[in-house]
């Protein structure tokens, strides 16, 4: 485990993510950066694409927007994707994701809250990075 230096990096930082950390915690869920945002604040490097994973299905995600007022597009509802517009900064956030089904081609999904299957569907290393609002990352 690996921690990153959270006053260096903006990701972190902004007041519109942590606010969104602190929305899903006080309905007992979880949210991590994932993948390419990642291995960007690995690096030192500003992230132009912000990919979160939570434990909140996607009902359970168009439920806590709607109650905070968070402009929210089914991006990928199917796939437990939906992107969350604050201080109109979009966050694609997906729910964690299990293969139920698959033919080596497309996967049928179940969703779950179990980050390690998650990251086991994963199709690259740094798309199975996850890194917690401390700056905490799990590989």
């Known amino acids: 485990m690996r921690t990153i230096d959270i006053a260096a990096f903006p990701l972190l930082q902004k007041s519109a993510r942590q606010?969104?950390?602190?929305i899903f915690a006080k309905h007992g869920q979880s949210l991590r950066f994932v993948g390419g945002c990642v291995r960007d604040a690995i690096l030192g490097v500003a992230a132009d694409d912000i990919d979160i994973a939570t434990t909140a299905s996607p009902e359970q995600m168009i439920a806590i927007f709607k109650e905070h007022g968070i402009k929210w597009v089914?991006?990928?509802?199917?796939?437990?994707?939906?992107?969350?517009?604050i201080d109109r900064t979009p966050f694609q956030i997906t729910s964690l994701r299990q293969d139920w089904q698959t033919d080596g081609r497309r996967a049928h999904v179940i969703f779950g809250t179990d980050w390690l299957e998650d990251a086991k569907r994963r199709d690259f290393t740094f798309n199975a990075l996850y890194m917690d609002e401390t700056g905490t990352v799990f590989d």
């Open 74 to 85: 089914p991006t990928g509802i199917d796939f437990g994707t939906i992107t969350a517009v």
């Open 19 to 22: 606010g969104l950390f602190q």
